[in-house]
């Protein structure tokens, strides 16, 4: 099983709808991360989380909101979904240690119609 | 603010070729890490490599390695004898070593590798 699970994998939802996407991990992480990945830009960094009472905005978070509901979970939510908000969204986790590497989930593929 | 760049968007070797990837980056600190991801067709994102800044010795993983070279910030990505399956979308990536912005990682735009048969 994948060590950073994220669902659904894929989905189409039309403008104006409400929509989650749902991160869980079991590699025992405190730190997650949500990113979105657009065409010629890379990744770009949303909302993390350093531990269950920690929320904090990345460069992109308009639009966006996040719930850390366990150590293991982080949603991602997109309160009235826009077009521009098609992109592949990534979760990730990582320790405190200096090592501190990032382990990202297969993404999910969100389409804005 | 850190910014990476990646400045070919795409790049093609022959297997069994070496190829090299660019990435510059812009930072005023002096300690951080810089990353290189893979991303194949199937969307995960694979690490390959991992360079501290405060080692001078270039970093390597099997077949790939790095040319590091802080002071023109400068982090590319060697691959030798490519195969068939190296095929994939490249992430150069950057993270202080602390801070507030601690733990957070500032990717590139991508570079996508073909390898011819």
């Known amino acids: 099983d994948a060590d950073v699970t994220q669902t659904p994998r894929n989905r189409i939802t039309k403008t104006g709808k409400r929509i989650m996407l749902e991160c869980s991990q079991t590699?025992?992480?405190?730190?997650m991360y949500w990113y979105r990945q657009d065409p010629g830009l890379g990744l770009r960094l949303i909302y993390y989380?350093?531990?269950?009472?920690?929320?904090n905005k990345g460069e992109i978070s308009d639009g966006y909101s996040v719930s850390r509901q366990a150590q293991a979970k982080f949603s991602l939510s997109l309160e009235s979904a826009i077009p521009n908000q098609t992109a592949l969204y990534f979760c990730?986790?990582?320790?405190?240690?200096?090592?501190?590497?990032?382990?990202f989930g297969a993404g999910t593929r969100l389409s804005v119609l | 603010a850190q910014t990476v760049t990646q400045s070919q968007p795409e790049m093609s070797v022959q297997e069994a070729e070496t190829v090299t990837l660019s990435c510059t980056y812009d930072?005023?600190?002096?300690?951080?890490?810089l990353f290189w991801y893979k991303q194949p067709p199937s969307r995960q994102m694979i690490l390959v490599i991992r360079?501290?800044?405060?080692?001078?010795q270039n970093a390597t993983e099997n077949r790939f390695s790095v040319n590091f070279q802080k002071a023109a910030k400068s982090f590319s990505l060697k691959i030798s004898d490519s195969q068939l399956g190296d095929a994939a979308m490249y992430f150069c990536?950057?993270?202080?070593?602390?801070?507030?912005?601690?733990?957070?990682?500032?990717f590139g735009q991508g570079t996508i590798l073909t390898v011819h048969p």
């Open positions: 930072t005023s600190e002096s300690d951080y890490y």
């Open positions: 990536a950057y993270r202080n070593a602390g801070g507030t912005s601690y733990g957070k990682l500032t």
């Open positions: 989380s350093f531990d269950v009472k920690d929320i």
């Open positions: 360079q501290e800044a405060y080692k001078q």
């Open positions: 990730a986790t990582s320790d405190g240690t200096a090592k501190n590497i990032q382990y």
């Open positions: 590699k025992g992480h405190d730190r």
